[in-house]
């Protein structure tokens, strides 16, 4: 028994048309939300970000789902000929998608070696961040961030926060006190480059290499 009954692939026409342009549409979307995540990546200066690997996985169900799609759509043109035109554009759109995980693993590769390692503070030259970015000359006091906005109120406090703590730390805790601040400032950088304004991006990004200079002075006292 076929798993299509000649009533039913009668009928199919309109749903074919109507898969066809929603995975067209949302194909559309996913390449506007792997430019999204190529863009914060250049944002994030550590290895292994949370980003490119939420991206990575995103791919690979896209890429499951068109298969799957194109498979059953050539399952149906082997039956009905006449559903052929929409097996061809699921099976470009899943061909377009591998392109994506290629250009993805290429752009990954190539924007990792200008990363740094995990806890290698003391390797990153914050001044050329600043000069990479275009945010050498700015101040804090810069007039971007609405104190009214959740994002830019927890931006501010959490930055007055990690401040806080690397002025607090000890010669006698400053082994651990270091790991947890790197760890966190980390995730400083990797939570505030992903908003989609690029000025508060770099704003966060200013306030990032402000949090790495004074940690890399703190640590030379204290040696």
Not at 70 to 83: D, F, G, M, Q
């Amino acid at each position: 028994m076929l798993f299509f009954n000649n009533n039913y692939l009668a009928n199919m026409k309109e749903f074919c048309i109507a898969l066809t342009v929603t995975g067209s549409l949302l194909f559309v979307f996913h390449i506007f939300y792997f430019l999204y995540i190529c863009s914060v990546s250049c944002y994030t200066i550590f290895k292994k970000e949370k980003y490119a690997q939420m991206d990575l996985f995103v791919n690979i169900v896209v890429l499951s789902l068109n298969a799957i799609v194109s498979c059953v759509l050539s399952y149906i043109t082997s039956i009905e000929n006449e559903y052929w035109p929409y097996t061809l554009v699921w099976w470009i759109l899943t061909i377009l998608v591998v392109g994506i995980i290629v250009a993805r693993f290429i752009f990954i590769n190539e924007i990792n070696k200008e990363k740094y390692k995990f806890f290698n503070i003391n390797e990153i030259n914050v001044n050329k961040l600043r000069s990479k970015f275009k945010i050498e000359n700015w101040k804090v006091s810069n007039g971007i961030l609405n104190p009214k906005k959740k994002w830019d109120q927890s931006l501010s406090n959490e930055y007055i926060n990690l401040s806080n703590r690397i002025n607090e730390i000890s010669i006698n805790q400053i082994d651990k006190t270091r790991v947890d601040l790197i760890s966190d400032i980390i995730m400083f950088n990797e939570n505030y480059s992903s908003v989609f304004c690029v000025k508060k991006r770099k704003y966060a990004m200013l306030l990032f290499t402000n949090l790495i200079e004074q940690l890399q002075k703190k640590l030379s006292i204290l040696k």
